[in-house]
């Protein structure tokens, strides 16, 4: 986790007002371990179809982001009862599918859930006081679109680059200085002879470049990406008619993955059904659909390209769903 | 002698290049007017209380215009978002409503 971000959950500790959500009534999670899909012809081509819609690949490395580190929610905004049952319920899910858990009572959260009824207020602040946890852009105009409230739960991504290496870097993090190279230059009417020590060379000078060591490979360059911080925002007094472990399940999944949230009904049922607009009947919880495609995404060959990624998880979501037996 | 004040201009450009190109525009209260990427540094302000004073506080005018936008400010250590007291408030006019034992009522502000 970023340095100051002890600091950002006392900050949205004030911004979040605890308003409607606390009256939400709780429901114990339902485990969804069966998967059933109905009413679809090709199973195979939807599931293709959902995978392409949803994953999202990292700016930096271009791969699909997941937890490296053990998960700590934490969730400020709702009554402790709801907190407790929220945090419980990121983690089981977490635990289900694969992914890190982090079970340490003081841990150092990296899942912040907070529930505000100023949203926009809550994001205007990160823009200004932590920007770095919008996830990565280049410019000012890319922050000011990541930090625009589009959903009434949304979440933002601080990702991590992890080099062949081991190298940790969180991505958008300028660090400071300059890096130089030597570079050799090949010689004239050579065609990329040896170099030797007399060999002539020009220096590349490159302020705030990184080193990152990859294997050269075109199907897995060494790469892969870690998220760092994941803050997502609820804004309950427009989820009046969703219960808090409706609302739980969402939230996992926006924890758990970094997902294109749809603008329209997926063929597929899943939760993110919920918010999109004019879906009959919604799922009320995660979906055998929304499982395997997250113990997918927790199986896949974390430093493989981007498309290989997406097969990796068609392959093994077509297994769960029966779409090839 | 020309040429070793040739070697002087060559050492202290080197040296002094790169703290030049970070220096950075200066404002007592920035407005975020300008190139939205270019960073505006506020100069230190005394702090409440104290005869001490705070940080330089630098941000992006992106961040400066948002903060006016909504009426804001950066507190003189730096740390927090305070209500900006050099914009004009003069003109709203605000009462508490309701709040009691338990609850903290409700600000409502009205332009004049």
């Known amino acids: 986790m970023m340095p100051g971000c002890r600091s950002v959950l006392a900050l ?78 990121v983690r089981d899910r977490a635990a289900a599918v694969g992914a890190p858990v982090n079970d340490r009572d003081s841990c150092k959260p990296n899942i912040e859930i907070v529930f505000t009824t100023t949203p926009q207020a809550l994001l205007d602040t990160i823009f200004i006081k932590y920007p770095h946890l919008l996830g990565y852009h280049d410019n000012s105009a890319q922050a000011t679109k990541l930090a625009t409230v589009k959903w009434p739960i949304q979440s933002w991504y601080s990702t991590a680059t992890d080099d062949l290496r081991g190298n940790v870097l969180v991505d958008g993090i300028k660090p400071g200085g300059v890096l130089t190279l030597d570079m050799p230059v090949a010689a004239p009417g050579g065609g990329g002879g040896m170099q030797t020590s007399a060999s002539p060379t020009v220096t590349m000078t490159m302020p705030g470049a990184q080193i990152v060591n990859v294997t050269g490979g075109r199907f897995n360059d060494g790469v892969s990406s870690d998220f760092n911080h994941v803050v997502i925002v609820v804004e309950p007094a427009k989820l009046l008619d969703s219960e808090l472990g409706t609302l739980g399940d969402y939230i996992a999944l926006l924890a758990l993955t970094q997902i294109e949230q749809p603008e329209h009904c997926q063929e597929l049922p899943t939760i993110l059904n919920l918010l999109a607009p004019g879906c009959p009947a919604p799922p009320k919880t995660l979906t055998g659909v929304d499982l395997a495609y997250l113990r997918a995404l927790y199986k896949v060959t974390p430093t493989a390209n981007f498309h290989g990624q997406q097969r990796e998880i068609i392959y093994q979501m077509d297994k769960s769903l029966g779409a090839k037996e | 002698m020309a040429q070793r004040s040739w070697i002087l201009a060559a050492v202290f450009g080197v040296l002094i290049l790169p ?43 992106s961040q400066w215009a948002l903060l006016r936008k909504n009426g804001q400010d950066i507190s003189a250590d730096g740390r927090d978002i305070i209500a900006d007291t050099k914009a004009g408030s003069a003109g709203m006019n605000c009462t508490m409503m309701g709040g009691g034992a338990s609850s903290a009522g409700q600000m409502q502000c009205r332009s004049q």
């Open chain 1, 12 to 89: 949205l500790a004030l911004a979040c007002a605890p308003a409607t959500a606390q009256n939400a009534p709780a429901r114990p999670a339902a485990t969804t371990e069966n998967v059933t899909v109905t009413g679809i012809k090709d199973v195979d081509k939807a599931v293709t179809d959902f995978v392409g819609a949803m994953a999202v690949p990292t700016r930096v490395a271009g791969k699909l982001a997941r937890w490296r580190t053990g998960i700590c929610p934490i969730v400020a905004g709702v009554r402790p009862e709801a907190v407790k049952l929220l945090t419980k319920l």
């Open chain 2, 19 to 61: 703290a030049w190109a970070q220096e950075h525009a200066v404002s007592t209260h920035p407005d975020g007017t300008g190139d939205p990427d270019a960073t505006t540094c506020r100069p230190p302000q005394p702090l409440p209380g104290s005869r001490m004073s705070g940080p330089q506080v630098c941000k992006l005018n």
